[in-house]
């Protein structure tokens, strides 16, 4: 459990390339999100399987979370090396399902908002 949300996560063999990918699912309950966090070194990608996530995208250059974006189910978020966000179940109401996949494995940073005001 992290902030409320159920995280399952699985190391999958790329047999393929030889790399390791990671596989999580996350079930977000009504009004949940994560804290402010990057992704060091991974990619990620991340659909939507059920209700609805927001994701707040942090702008270096102001120090604000300056986008605000909203995905439905079967959409496909994908997270940048270089992203720090914040994702959140859009519903006070329903959960919400979310399916990750990271290359190489996750390592995140999470970070103070008064750290990322600095
Ligand atoms: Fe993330």
Do not use: C
């Not at 996530?53 to 702008?59: A, F, G, L, M, S």
């Not at 974006?69 to 966000?85: F, K």
């Amino acid at each position: 459990m992290k902030n409320g949300r159920k995280i399952e996560y699985i190391k999958i063999p790329d047999l393929t390339y030889g790399n390791v990918l990671e596989e999580a699912k996350i079930v977000w309950p009504p009004g949940s999100k994560s804290d402010p966090h990057d992704h060091r070194k991974s990619t990620g990608h991340i659909w939507i399987l059920e209700g609805a996530i927001y994701q707040k995208v942090y702008d270096k250059k102001t120090k604000k979370f300056i986008k605000l974006s909203i995905y439905d189910v079967g959409e496909l978020i994908i997270e940048t090396p270089d992203i720090i966000h914040i994702m959140g179940n859009a519903s006070l109401i329903e959960f919400a399902v979310t399916k990750h996949i990271y290359s190489p494995p996750l390592r995140m940073k999470y970070y103070k908002l008064p750290e990322l005001k600095k």
